[in-house]
Each structure stands twice: as C-alpha cells, then as structure tokens.
C-alpha cells in the first residue's frame, strides 16, 4: 500500500519552464513533508520541506504548496535548468519513519 | 555533502550469502535510518536506530537485521540473500531521536545478487 501517491511518473519541461509535482496522502498523523532530489548513482538530498501548518514555503526556485484539508501538496520549480534534471521524491513522516512517494523523473530541455 | 558515508559504494554477493553494509552518520547526529531503494522506486524504510537501539522497523523479514555503535555509526546486515534484494541501501542520519525532522542521506551501497 503506497501511502504517498506521487505524480506525473516523469515531466519533460523546456528551460525556464515550471514544472509541477503533486503528492497525495492519506494518514493524518504525518506532520512533515520533505521533498528530495536524487541524480543517478546519488542518494537523495534535502531540497526543501514543509509543516502542515503552513500553507507554502519557498526557498530559492523551489516552491511547496501544502493543501491540508485535501491531503496534498506539490512542488513548483521556477525557471527551471537543465541541470534541474533528475528524480524528485516526495516524502512524509510519521513518527520516526519516512514514506516516499514513487519518483517523478524531470528532464529539463536547454 | 551530506557528511554521511556509506561503504562500500557497489557489491555484487551470491544468493544465500551475507553481507555486511556499513554507515557513518553525520556529526552530531545519534539516529541512523536505513531504506532500501529498488530501481525506479522510492526509498522503503527498513528500520532505525536511535543511541544504539533499534527504534521502529518497516516491513522487511528478520534476515535484515541492524547494529549502531557508541559512535553512532550503523551496520545493516542481510543474511540468506535473495535477488530481489538487489537495490540500492540507503543510510540517513538525523539528530535527536523520536520526532527528529531533518534526514541526510549517504550515496548508498548498490547491491547487486545474482
């Protein structure tokens, strides 16, 4: 059972484009949703992460939105690059355990 | 750079085997987590460990078992392997415990069975 549902599966995007990633929950009891962006061979990195309290945090070009009462929350990339490319994860905690989201591949075109 | 090492980077092991991975977490940090990556999947939580206990496990069999040292650096141990745990082992390392935010990542070990 998929307890965060991530989509599109993979997004092709020209440069300066804003590709958007939407992520879907269920559970109430997860209180952090962190987004992860991992190049091949690579673990994932920390890119930005928010609390369910807010409604949006943004942190350079990279900007989530958290809808509470829907049980989703997205990730916008402004102006995108090509060396924005990779796999995106989106993630939420629960106690002391993360669940994942399935990956969104993103290739940025120059 | 995370700060979290992980060893080694690749191992190709027999099915049956054992094998041993290791982590070194980020300074100042005392809880290690470890997933297991399949290809085009995400991270699945294995188990954690927190001041050297096991604090929480996901859904994997006893054949994967853990240890964290008074460093707080981790081994993940897998006996009887089989191919489908053929993936990428990730180790995160975060700080204080139970209800800890912040998970740093190594750049895993790729197992591979045949």
């Known amino acids: 059972q998929q307890q965060v549902k991530q989509s599109p599966q993979s997004l092709i995007v020209q440069k300066g484009g804003i590709p958007i990633i939407n992520c879907a929950y269920e559970?109430?009891?997860?209180?952090?949703f962190p987004w992860y962006q991992q190049f091949p061979g690579k673990g994932p990195a920390l890119l930005i992460a928010?609390?369910?309290?807010?409604s949006e945090k943004k942190e350079g070009r990279f900007t989530i939105s958290f809808n509470k009462s829907a049980k989703q929350f997205s990730l916008h990339i402004m102006d995108s690059q090509p060396g924005d490319s990779a796999t995106y994860f989106c993630?939420?905690?629960?106690?002391?355990?993360?669940?994942f989201g399935t990956g969104t591949s993103l290739t940025v075109i120059p | 750079e995370t700060g979290v090492t992980q060893s080694p980077t690749h191992l190709i092991k027999t099915r049956g085997q054992q094998v041993t991975l290791r982590c070194s977490s980020q300074?100042?940090?005392?809880?290690v987590s470890w997933y297991q990556q399949a290809l085009g999947q995400g991270p699945q939580f294995i188990f954690q460990?927190?001041?050297?206990?096991?604090?929480g496990r996901g859904n994997f069999p006893p054949r994967f078992s853990g240890l964290q040292f008074p460093n707080y650096s981790s081994e993940l141990n897998v006996n009887a392997l089989e191919l489908d745990d053929s993936a990428l082992y990730l180790c995160?390392?975060?700080?204080?415990?139970?209800?800890?935010?912040?998970?740093?990542f190594g750049q895993g070990t790729r197992l591979t069975v045949v």
């Open positions: 993630a939420a905690r629960t106690g002391n355990q993360f669940y």
């Open positions: 559970n109430t009891a997860f209180d952090y």
């Open positions: 928010i609390r369910p309290d807010v």
């Open positions: 460990y927190y001041r050297e206990e096991e604090n």
């Open positions: 995160a390392s975060s700080g204080g415990g139970t209800g800890n935010t912040e998970a740093f």
């Open positions: 300074s100042g940090h005392n809880t």
